[in-house]
């Protein structure tokens, strides 16, 4: 069982993200009305979460921490299709096949409680962005070269006893590969894991909280509270949306995970203020824009303290 407890919390800093120039991975950086004052705390809701029995999730007065060791709590394919090295997008011809490389992880993260709006969004980068029920985190939708599609890629390979090993498997996730330093076997979904979602949900009903986003805004699948699917069309530029949940009759701020193949997969970008020191910088798997040599730097999972160029330089690497 998951252990949940009470006990004073040091607030780690708020401060919002400076997004990196020139990469049309992700969403830039753009203005957006800070007018909403108010806010919601989502202390209530995160406590009754179905959260795996793999994550410990403590509060703090204005913080959730959650520790898990990013084994997710849902099966996975025996095989994985995983790029060959120094290959940052793969396909069936730059690909190989290993058995499950995903490993344990140190994950812990403090994150709001009570999210604000922010002045402006802040694009989600490669790496975290968010964490998941099940005790895995939650990427955006790209790739390591932060525009290809993880879910429009997708391919499968034949594994050595025949059946069929995947890039993304039927819960939109995947592994890290082996040999990635720091970020060996690190489990994490692209998109909607239907897994999870099939854990908390019933068919025909609503979405429930799935995940939180670093910025403290609750994750949800593609249902609304009357069971209907949410169109994309309905979604800001994040994949948010104010609306009623289960959680939430009066409605909240929340992300929506729809269920596509596309770049509205996965969230783009932040809505809310989000702390600096959770983003996690995977090591970078090529050389940088215009050539030489690949940067060096270790990643540790856990929490992290992030400047902007560690940020800018994640989007150079593998996702």
């Known amino acids: ?54 994550v410990t999730v403590t509060f703090g007065t ?4 959650l520790r898990s060791n990013g084994i997710p ?12 090295a120094g290959v940052v997008v793969p396909d069936a011809s730059t690909a190989h096949v290993i058995s499950d490389p995903t490993g344990a ?12 709006k922010a002045a402006k969004t802040t694009a989600a980068p490669l790496g975290s962005i968010g964490f998941m029920i099940s005790g895995a985190p939650l990427f955006n939708p790209y790739e390591g070269d932060g525009k290809t599609v993880a879910m429009s890629s997708n391919f499968t390979l034949t594994a050595p006893d025949g059946t069929k090993a995947v890039f993304v ?6 592994p890290t ?14 998109a909607l894991p239907a897994c999870v979602a099939r854990q908390v949900d019933r068919t025909g009903g609503p979405s429930h909280i ?39 009759p009066k409605g909240i701020y929340h992300y929506v995970l729809p269920g596509t193949n596309d770049a509205t997969s996965s969230i783009r970008c932040f809505r809310g203020v989000v702390d600096a020191s959770l983003i996690q910088r995977m090591p970078n798997m090529g050389p940088p824009p215009g ?5 060096g730097g270790a990643a540790a999972a856990g929490t992290r303290t992030a400047s902007a160029a560690m940020l800018c330089d994640l989007s150079r690497v593998l996702a």
């Open 1 to 54: 069982m998951n252990r949940i407890a009470l006990p004073t919390a040091c607030t780690a800093g708020i401060l919002v993200l400076a997004g990196c120039g020139g990469s049309s991975a992700t969403a830039e950086t753009t203005a957006v009305s800070a007018r909403s004052a108010a806010t919601v705390s989502t202390k209530s809701a995160l406590k009754k979460a179905r959260w795996g029995a793999g």
């Open 62 to 65: 204005s913080t959730v921490r």
């Open 73 to 84: 709590n849902h099966s996975r394919q025996k095989w994985y299709a995983v790029p060959n």
């Open 105 to 116: 992880q140190s994950y812990d993260f403090r994150i709001p409680t009570r999210p604000r």
């Open 169 to 174: 498997d039927a819960c939109s996730g995947h």
């Open 177 to 190: 590969p082996g040999g990635m330093a720091g970020t060996d076997g690190q489990y994490h979904y692209h």
């Open 210 to 248: 799935i995940g939180v986003a670093f910025d403290g805004f609750p994750i949800y699948g593609s249902r609304d509270i009357r069971g209907r699917k949410i169109p994309v069309s309905r979604l800001d530029k994040c994949n948010g949306i104010t609306s009623p949940t289960p959680e939430f």
């Open 291 to 295: 050539g030489g040599p690949p940067p």
